[in-house]
């Protein structure tokens, strides 16, 4: 047991103090407001529904509670589970927890978070998984067919379960057993206002796709079932379609087949369309009246679904038979017998429906009979009720309620006390109310409530429950626990509350009071032979294994046992059960009526106290010693206490406890009590001293421990840093030295070695003749090198001028030798070439050459004119006497005799003239006649403009102060003008010793008599190589000549 700086409140109402019910509630409304919704009581726990999430679940949680023994931690349900399976693991000892609490108190979820805790912590596998599975997976499975929304909680149980999960040695989950207990079966045909039906008919019309819903002839509104509360049709916070598809994965996983899932499915539509089964009255022949089936359709529709004739279930719902010893007799039903057969068929087809799933459950879930195992049993069963008008129904669960406040007596209160017997400690009993009695009344086999009721439906005559009330007020009427109006009529005593068809019964809860009406039926729980014996011949597999009683082979006319025995007996056999167990409780509380987060109803809570008798329990356990514990994790808990017991106790447990104590001058001998194994300190407050001592001496420990491990830290901290510097300095004066030494060593290997070679070369020298390196580089220069010229020699290219092909050279060294030699050769062919020319050639090519230097790339006449020998005589000078004559006056040779036109200067027009070229003039001279017409000295020749053309058109500039020059310059044109030009220039060069001018353009002026005319040459469309051309005028100055 810890007392935490950070609890709210006490957290174990044993340590409480003052030990009152206001201070008690007090402190567990204080938690509960600090959202501590747990508290113990010793090894109870109390939880308080919370109605919101909090985070105190989850597997960080699980894993932490798992470390932990119980008190280390805060009060949780984990804890509570974990010492339950610690207790089943470790000492082998089958456990029970019970939750019990009102409804909406969180019973439900109390259980599911054991089994989650349980699940989480035992073994793995796969094998382990899948039962841990179908074990957790059962849960929405009967939730959905067993729980409701009521006014009290929207998830209410409306069965009572109790699950054995069963385990093998080492605390892996084997299987387990589900038994249910009564489920609230009238439910089915009706619910109070602001109820609903059970979830599974809400969740099949949502969340069923529109094929299942044609197949099973449903339709989606629940408006239209007349068994579904009309006002009520959805939970908020709840998703009906979408827990439609966990609760079928669920069936899947716990191994229900497709098939079986299909024949619930159809089970569950069946009874919903029983519901609608209209019946109005009919009258036979005789006058009696009787009932029919107003909607066929409906009763047809149930029939196909049932594979029955629809005639053969009209008949058992609107008749009854009745067998006597001699004969059957049928006799029609009414229609409010109609009815309420109809309703019993229905209530009945749905609880066997979820007898037979619970059945189911189990089957996947069993363990087979030969292993050792161990059990945990979970009890999650409805809550002591108290409404405003209590039936049977009520009575049974009170019933039930008050054999568990039993085991809570027997198991927790007597128990406490037999410890203290045990451990040899003076005792004095504490008084507790022993509910025994009541027990008494309601199940004495001979004279108890049940058994009377049972004999009022077995005997013959005319029963009511009127006559079951005046036997119970006949037996009962000084009994301190029954109450009725008879009973209050002889003690004079006046209770209005009290009717006159009611008897209460003092639980040890409160006051119950029930009537009686309906008892007596619903004990006989009879359903009409015709009914079963119907449902028997249907052909739906699962339907009709419900109803094994209706095959006539089995028929009996033996009563079956009535619902009152067969739920005493089965609260028996859970008795048992739970007697041979190790119990844990778990103790729920409401705080408010409306399921509100943070509301906490003092009265309310009071009341759940009182009767779950918390107070009684808390005062049980400390009315002798608050706290015990066993000696061993007493000492080891507080031997730090005393300076004998820490940090080492060699000696036994028992006298560790007694030297510490009595160290500790408070623990006087009244407070504590050695017992036989355990130590027992009387008041809370002692312990809270040891804490507290206990508190402060950790403090110092840990100041202590602090110091030493500082301490200790810095040391070793400083060694090492200390070794660190060493080792780092010592490496690195080491490297530094290995640094120096190779480079002094590297150092005198290299002067060794050159005075080594300078001593050897010096030794040797002698021996070497110099320069036979230079020798032998010449020599294989030399044989490379005439190796070339050889091979250069055998493969000259052709002696042709215009060959220019030449060898490459083989080395790179020869390179620029080879080019040399390209070009001596190149010039020695040129040379071979020229000299092999006659003068005349000569002179031919001497004139060619001239012409190249004039024009070559300048006049476009002149590239045609390369490959022609210029002939010089055009005009046959041999044969014509005339022009012989002409030049015979003249000085050497004619060199050019040609017929050249003249562009007249006044008109533009041409005429022809004989042109002649001698060493000393142009001779220009009509062609007929055989005077010259003029003869100009080439002295007097000051330059020619030619065009760049193909034409022959050229401007003969004479000077001005010659005597021909005065009458102008003369624009020709020759056909041979390149030759007629060279010749002219060569004349005038050999003449004057001048370069004669020669001027390339397309405009050049002419000098005239008349004044200066500029002649403009202009290219023809097609270049007019013919030589024609044509001049025009352009004003007195201009003269356009295109060419
Ligand atoms: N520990 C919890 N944490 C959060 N909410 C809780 C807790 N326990 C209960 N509740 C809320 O209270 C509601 C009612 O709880 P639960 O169904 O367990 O009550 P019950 O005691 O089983 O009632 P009934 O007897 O009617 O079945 C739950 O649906 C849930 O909303
Ligand atoms: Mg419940």
Known sequence: MTLREDSVGVEDLVLLEPLEEESMLKNLQLRYENREIYTY?????????????????????????????????????YALANMAYQSLTSRDRDQCILITGESGAGKTEASKLVMSYVAAVCGKGEQVNLVKEQLLQSNPVLEAFGNAKTIRNDNSSRFGKYMDIEFDFKGSPLGGVITNYLLEKSRVVKQLKGERNFHIFYQ??????????????????????????????????????????????????????????????????????????????????????????????????????????????????????????????VTALNVVQAQYARDALAKNIYSRLFNWIVNRINESIKVGTGEMKKVMGVLDIYGFEILEDNSFEQFVINYCNEKLQQVFIELTLKEEQEEYKNEGIPWKKVDYFDNGIICNLIEHNQRGILAMLDEECLRPGVVSDTTFLAKLNQLFSKHDYYESKVTQNAQRQYDHTMGLSCFRICHYAGKVTYNVNGFIDKNNDLLFRDLSQAMWKAKHPLLRSLFPEGDPKQASHKRPPTAGAQFKSSVAVLMKNLYAKNPNYIRCIKPNEHQKRGQ????????????????????????????????????????????????????????????????????????????????????????????????????????????????????????????SQILISSWFRGTKQKQRYGKMKASALLIQAFVRGWKARKDYRKYFRSGAALTLSSFIYKSLAQKFLLGLKNNLPSTSVLDKKWPEAPYKCFTTANRELQLLHHQWKCKKFRDQLSPKQAELLREKLCASELFKGKKAAYPPSVPIPFHGDYVGLR?????????????????????????????????????????????????????????????????????????????????????????????????????????????????????????????????????????????????????????????????????
């Open 879 to 1043: 044969g014509n006497p005339k022009l012989q004559k002409l030049a015979s006056g003249e000085e050497g040779p004619v060199l050019m005799a040609e017929t050249v036109r003249k562009v007249n200067r006044g008109n533009g027009k041409t005429s022809s003239r004989t042109l002649l070229l001698t060493k000393g003039h142009v001779i220009l001279t009509d062609s007929k006649k055989s005077q010259a017409k003029t003869v100009i000295g080439l002295e007097s020749v000051a330059g020619v403009s030619v065009t760049s053309f193909k034409d022959g058109l050229f401007g003969l500039h004479l000077s001005e102060i010659s005597s021909v020059g005065s009458k102008g310059d003369f624009l020709l044109v020759s056909e041979h003008v390149v030759e007629l030009l060279t010749k002219m220039y060569r004349a005038v060069l050999d003449t004057t010793q001048k370069q004669l001018p020669v001027t390339v353009a397309e405009q050049f002026s002419l000098r005239f008599k008349e004044g200066n005319v500029t002649v403009k040459v202009i290219q023809g469309p097609a270049g007019n190589a013919s030589g024609k051309l044509s001049c025009k005028k352009k004003g007195s100055h201009g003269l356009e000549v295109t060419v």
């Open 600 to 723: 906490f109803s003092w009265e309310l809570v009071a009341t759940q106290t009182r009767y779950l008798g918390l107070l009684e329990n808390v005062r049980v356990r400390r009315a002798g010693y608050a706290f015990r514990q066993r000696y061993r994790p007493f000492l080891e808990r507080y031997r730090l206490l005393s300076r004998s017991t820490w940090p080492r106790w060699n000696g036994g447990d028992r006298e560790g406890v007694e030297k510490i104590l009595g160290e500790l001058t408070t623990c006087t001998s009244e407070e504590i009590t050695f017992g036989k194994t355990k130590i027992f300190i009387k008041s809370p407050n002692t312990l809270f001293f040891l804490e507290e001592q206990r508190r402060l001496r950790i403090q110092q420990l840990a100041t202590l421990i602090q110091k030493i491990y500082r301490g200790w830290r810095c040391r070793t901290h400083y060694q090492q840093m200390r070794k």
């Open 204 to 329: 099949l019309l949502a969340g069923a796709d529109a094929q299942l819903l044609k197949a099973l002839k449903l339709e989606r509104d629940t408006g239209g079932y007349a068994y579904l509360n009309r006002e009520v049709s959805r939970v908020d916070g709840m998703d009906d379609a979408s827990n439609f598809q966990s609760v079928q994965s669920a069936m899947t996983v716990i191994g229900f087949s497709e098939k079986e899932i299909r024949w619930v499915l159809e089970v569950t539509a069946l009874v919903l369309k029983l519901g609608n089964v209209e019946l109005s009255d009919e009258f036979q022949a005789n006058g009696i009246s009787a009932s029919g089936i107003s909607d066929g359709r409906g009763v047809q529709e149930i029939g196909e679904m049932m594979g029955l004739d629809s005639k053969e279930l009209e008949r058992a719902l609107c008749s009854r038979t009745m067998a006597t010893a001699k004969e059957k007799v």
């Open 41 to 77: 009581i010793g090894n109870v726990l109390i939880s308080v529904n919370p109605y919101q999430q909090l985070p105190i679940y989850g597997p960080e949680l699980i894993a932490k509670y798992q470390e932990c023994t119980f008190y280390e931690l805060k009060p949780h349900i």
